[in-house]
C-alpha cells in the first residue's frame, strides 16, 4: 500500500513505501575558481570539487551565488567570507568535512535566501552561525552527525520556511528549538533515531504543509500530536516500527 487519502484534502498518510556549469576562469585571487557574469556586476563564483581545504580568499561581494560543494572544507571562520555580501542569495558548502562554524561566520550575507550545509561532519548546532542571516527560508542540514539541537539553535531563523534534519543522529523531535521557526512550511526528520511523537512536539509549526518522519524508530503517536497542523497536505510515516496511528491523531488533520 503506497498511500492511504485521508480526507477530500490533498493530505496523503504514507505508511510503508518501497523504501556542468559553464563560465571563465577567475582572476588569480579567485584560482582555481570559475566566475561568470549574470548581468551587470552580479558575479556567480563555481569552486565546486576543486579539492580546497579552506574558503578562498577575496570573494567577490557582488556574487548572487558561490557554490563551494564537493571540497575538503573542515571549518567557516569569520574572516572566510567578505564582511558585507548583500548580493549574494545562495551559499553552497555541501559535501565538505565541515565540523565547525565560528559564531558570525555568515554574518555578511544579509539577503542570503538558501543555504546548503548537508553531507557535513556537525555533530552540534549554536545559534551564533545564523545571525545575521534575516533573509533565509532554506536550510539545508541532512546528513551530518547532529545528535541534540538546544532550544537557542535557530534564534535567528523566524524566516526559514524549509528546515532539511535528514539523516542524523536526532532522538526526539527539537520541540524547543522550533519554537523559534514560526514560517514553517517543510520540515524533514527522517532517517533519525526518534522514538515517538509526542503532545506538542510539532506545536509550533502550525503552518507546516509537508512533514517527512519515514525511516525512525517511532513506535508511538501521542493522540495530540499533530494538533494545529491543519495546514498539513503531506505526512510521511513509512518504515517506523508503529503497529497502528491512534484515529484521534488523525482527526486532528
Known sequence: MEAITLRSSDLILFFCLLCADGGVTAPDSLAPCEWKRLGGNVTEVNCRSRGLQTVPANLPT???????????ITRVLRSDFPPLAPSTVRLNLSRNWICEIQDGALAGFVNLE????????????QHGPWRGLVALTE?????????????????????????WLQDNSLVS???????????????????????????????PCRD?????LEHNAISRVAEDAFEGLGKLQRL???????GTVPPAALQEL
Open 139 to 163: 536550510l539545508h542540514l541532512g546528513h551530518n552527525a547532529i545528535v541534540n539541537i538546544p532550544p537557542s539553535a535557530f534564534d535567528s531563523l523566524a524566516g526559514v520556511e524549509e528546515l
Open 173 to 203: 523531535v527539537p520541540q524547543a528549538a522550533l519554537k523559534r521557526t514560526p514560517s514553517l512550511r517543510v520540515l524533514s526528520l527522517s532517517h533519525n533515531r526518534i522514538m515517538s511523537i509526542d503532545s506538542g512536539d510539532l506545536r
Open 114 to 125: 538558501v543555504l546548503d550545509l548537508s553531507r557535513n561532519r556537525l555533530g552540534a548546532l
Open 208 to 212: 507546516l504543509a509537508v512533514l517527512h
Open 236 to 242: 510521511n510515516l513509512s518504515c517506523n516500527m508503529l
Open 62 to 72: 557582488q556574487a548572487s551565488a558561490i557554490e563551494l560543494s564537493s571540497n575538503r
